[in-house]
């Protein structure tokens, strides 16, 4: 067990650096991130959306990641058995290019070392670099329990993919084919259809004739039938023309024949219903190996398939000999060049249209026929459409409930395997055979490596070469991190059943299908299998899912290295710290609201976090002097003795604030929490009532006095404390420790959080008290516009309408007395307004400052006069230039608009400074 620091006082200053490793090292220490089954208490649980061991910290971690920490400290403190597990994802791509960049630097490719060498060079990349990442987190404060963590090629891990992907295949939901893919010709792989990214882009559409047959001679009759394609190179693929059945323009060509331009190929014209009448000349060309739809259109009619690309997208063998081994955009040039010499191309007519790009590398994608597995979608997204459309998995915001319907309702088949080495290999084998029999056309799926063949019993066997996409171990997450279906013979069987279903999801919107909606439908498939249950609700993966926000920079663009908008998170971290970096962007970030984020906003974070040092230091030096009174017995308990007015408000305060994190916890509203809580600490806590208790402290009431208030004062202080603790973990330790005499491991993570206490919530004395503090504030700004120095006392005359306003005054007329400096209150029974008097109104009620003898009433009179010809000057120079329709047309836009925000600043300046001169003319 660590021992607790030993500083015993805080430093005037305070310095994230010298605080956040040190009880961060406490913490981990002492195991204080750890959660247990523990029956006697509600688990709470999030599992970290697994980031890529390629990857390094960036806003939207920063983001997540606070997210889950807070929902995570706030459950800690509330007395849930509080799980938070961590772990890293294998990200196949991403990690495979990262090292072939590794040894393109030595002269070297991935087939120079072989799979097998080339996989333990990517092992060793992985523990040398795989966890920066996770070293990253810390630095920010995650309170994850790191004996938990997981990556997903981990032995369990791999073996819950195996045995899913053996069960599917089973039951018939995973099948091998040769269908129409995405391909990345750079990565040389099949991807997604959720893996593609796609951008409208200007194009051309292109009309090519193709030469009519007789069909007698198979000549050419001098007619031609007139295509449009957006891709003229894919026509070397053609297998035939398609038509609309119902189309009578071109009833009469079904079942004839044209001829394949620059090819000796014959090709049929059939009939479709997909085919559009008004697309092009509604005469298309049919490509079943490059084009999905076209794909679709051969499987109806038995058409040919002519795969006329290679792995990179350049052109093979199956096409004419001169067009050989071109890249895809180069034969299209060539292609339209030869059509053009031989009259063929007709024309070329502008077009928008949708291009596939690869989420990864931005390449273009080809649709791609080769063989391939998939998983059968719409029996599993059935059930898991189900539990959200019924509220059984809540989403905040809800908005994405249709989104995520949308998609469901429309699923297609998931194409799950990967031309990768680096990754799940996929648990197949094929018999080849013993060298006289062929080998057995069954693929054999196992769970571990087969011997033999079980149909013939040969023993050469080779094992499919592909991997399985990442989403595939990423689906099964939020229960394969407790071992499944190896978590009996692992000991973890207990934590499995009792820490799922979790009970937060804290994810990006952008992979709510990639992985939100697979970890629903994979859950509720293999639930039951360990829960014991058919119920959904026991089978969910989590109950809740928090979507967050997109952070982008103060002009409203998408954050990105290119543009150079994207502060590093550690540099950040480094000059304002943690706590005000991960406060900030709780700040700036509403439910379901993009986030506008610059790096100078974190002093905000950095402010707050020196409000409260500095409040914290003037409690405890006071504390030091005076000395503390008994406290009631409990940890959250507050001293009540000697409570006046200012007590009664800000102890109302504190509990209407507790209630209020409580009731935005459950709404997931931690940026209203945020503000809540920094409202209650700067504003009333700090600007206001330790202002009312130092005339108290350094007053003449009794020591028994003094020492109640400065031990409740440091009682809500604690409490105060304790509820900003889940956003600022780091200075809050640090304060905390130094309130009371504390032993290790006690730490402020696992404090209870204030019970709310409705008899102590006074709305009438909180409103009451804002009338008051309106008040107060009015005489100072009366002060500081009709230049009254700070030490001279005024006297104030008001004029009341209410009867209960007059009660309050009355009642805080000590509080005005020493924040504002008055030395007589009188109410006026008159509708005149005193001679020479400054005057407010304060929610309906007046007040008057007289000035005769507080100040030079000549020398202000001159001084407002000359303050008044001052911004007439600057006013009339901004009206000048809003007035000119070339600067405004011309300069740029924030210039322009910084300009009317100075003449509204000007024009209420002047409109001030009239009404103070007329008030001294008076």
Not at 550 to 562: E, N, Q, T
Not at 576 to 594: E, H, K, M, N, S
Not at 839 to 851: K, N, Q, T
Request: glycine share 6%; aromatic share 10%; proline share 6%.
């Amino acid at each position: 067990m660590s021992e607790l620091p030993q500083d015993t006082s805080l430093p005037k200053v305070y310095s994230p650096q010298q605080v956040e490793d040190k009880w961060y090292d406490f913490w981990e220490t002492n195991h204080l991130f750890r959660a247990r089954v523990n029956p006697a208490k509600n688990p709470y649980t999030i599992v970290i959306p697994p980031p890529n061991i390629t990857g390094v910290l960036h806003m939207g971690h920063i983001l997540n990641n606070t997210l889950q920490d807070a929902f995570i400290r706030y459950h800690r403190m509330m007395g849930d058995e509080s799980c938070w597990i961590p772990g890293t994802d294998h990200a196949g791509i991403a990690t495979q290019h990262v090292v072939e960049r590794s040894l393109a630097k030595e002269g070297k490719t991935r087939h120079d070392l072989g799979r097998e060498k080339f996989i333990e060079r990517v092992w060793e990349w992985r523990k040398q670099y795989g966890g920066v990442i996770i070293r990253q987190l810390r630095k920010l404060g995650a309170s994850c329990d790191w004996d938990r963590e997981r990556f997903t090629m981990d032995d369990s891990l791999s073996a819950a993919v195996r045995e899913v992907f053996v069960r599917l295949y089973e039951e018939g939901l995973i099948y091998r084919g040769k269908y129409i893919v995405n391909w990345c010709p750079k990565d040389h792989t099949a991807i997604s259809d959720d893996e593609v990214n796609f951008f409208e882009q200007k194009g051309k559409l292109y009309y090519i004739k193709y030469p009519l047959l007789s069909e007698e001679t198979s000549a050419p009759t001098g007619k031609y039938l007139t295509v449009a394609t957006t891709r003229p190179e894919t026509m070397l693929g053609d297998v035939a023309v398609a038509v609309n059945p119902k189309d009578e323009r071109y009833a009469h060509l079904i079942g004839k024949h044209a001829l394949l331009p620059l090819t000796d190929r014959e090709i049929p014209v059939i009939a479709d219903d997909f085919v559009d009448p008004a697309f092009g000349t509604g005469m298309v060309k049919v490509t079943p190996a490059h084009d999905p739809n076209d794909f679709m259109i051969g499987q109806r009619h038995d058409l040919l398939q002519i795969n006329i690309f290679d792995i990179s997208a350049k052109l093979n063998e199956n096409v004419p000999r001169k067009y050989r081994g071109m890249d895809r955009y180069d034969a299209r040039r060539q292609v339209l060049e030869d059509l053009e010499k031989d009259g063929l191309l007709v024309k070329a007519d502008e077009h928008i249209h949708n291009v596939g790009r690869c989420y990864r590398c931005d390449t273009v994608i080809e649709p791609y026929l080769s063989d391939q597995w998939f998983v059968r979608m719409k029996p599993l997204a059935a059930p898991a459409l189900q539990v959200v459309t019924d509220g059984t998995i809540r989403f905040y915001p809800d908005r994405w409930t249709k989104v995520y319907q949308h998609w469901m309702e429309n699923i297609r088949d998931w194409c799950i395997s990967r031309q990768l080495w680096w990754g799940h290999r996929i648990p197949v084998w094929f018999c080849l055979g013993d060298g006289i029999r062929p080998g057995c056309a069954e693929p054999i799926v196992r769970r571990t490596a087969p011997d033999r063949c079980p149909t013939c019993g040969g023993t050469k066997l080779r094992q499919d070469d592909d991997v399985l996409d990442t989403w595939f171990s990423s689906w099964l997450w939020p229960f394969s991190v407790h071992d499944w279906p190896r978590d009996k013979e692992l000991g973890t069987a207990d934590d499995l059943r009792y820490f799922f279903p979790t009970t937060t999801l804290v994810t990006a919107p952008d992979i709510i299908f990639f992985w939100v909606a697979r970890m629903i439908m994979a859950s509720l498939k293999f639930g039951p299998s360990f829960t014991g249950s058919n119920d959904p609700a026991r089978n969910i993966p989590f109950h809740d899912v928090y979507f967050t926000s997109l952070v982008r920079d103060d002009k409203g663009r998408k954050m990105s290295k290119s543009l150079g908008n994207s502060p590093e998170p550690l540099d950040l971290i480094e000059e304002f710290g943690a706590d005000a970096v991960r406060f900030t962007i709780l700040y700036l970030a509403p439910l379901g609201q993009d986030i506008l984020y610059s790096r100078e906003k974190n002093e905000l974070g950095r402010n707050f976090a020196n409000k409260i040092w500095n409040a914290g230091r003037f409690l405890l030096m006071n504390r030091d002097q005076i000395g503390e009174a008994a406290r009631p017995a409990g940890d959250s308990g507050c001293n009540l003795d000697h409570l006046d007015l200012a007590d009664r408000w800000i102890l109302s305060r504190l509990h209407s604030t507790s209630a209020g994190v409580f009731d935005g916890l459950k709404d997931y509203e931690i940026n209203k929490i945020s503000k809540s809580v920094y409202d209650f600490f700067w504003h009333d806590y700090c600007d206001w009532y330790l202002e009312m208790v130092k005339s108290r402290l350094y007053g003449s009431e009794p020591d028994a006095v003094k020492q109640a208030v400065i031990t409740r004062a440091l009682d809500i202080y604690d409490a105060a404390l304790r509820l900003l603790h889940p956003m600022m973990p780091f200075i809050t330790e640090e304060l905390w420790q130094h309130l009371r005499t504390r032993t290790a491991p006690d730490s402020i993570m696992h404090a209870q959080l204030l019970r709310v206490d409705p008899s102590l919530v006074a709305p009438d004395v909180e409103r009451e008290m804002v009338f008051v503090q309106n008040v107060i504030d009015s005489l100072r700004t009366l002060r500081s516009e009709m230049s009254i120095p700070p030490s001279r006392e005024i006297a104030v005359q008001m004029r009341i309408s209410h009867g209960h306003s007059a009660e309050s005054i009355r009642r805080y007329e000590g509080y005005l007395q020493r924040l504002a400096r008055v030395t007589s209150l009188v109410f006026l029974a008159d509708a005149h307004r005193p001679k020479l008097s400054a005057g407010a109104v304060v929610d309906g009620e007046e007040l008057f400052v007289p000035l005769e003898g507080v100040i030079d009433l000549d020398v202000e009179r001159t001084r407002l006069r000359k303050e008044i010809d001052r911004v007439a000057a600057m006013l009339e120079g901004v009206r000048r230039k809003l007035n000119n329709d070339s600067f405004v047309e011309k300069a740029p836009k924030d210039v322009v608009d910084r300009e009317r925000e100075k003449l509204e600043a000007f024009t209420h300046t002047m409109e001030k400074l009239e009404k103070n001169l007329e008030m001294l003319q008076s």
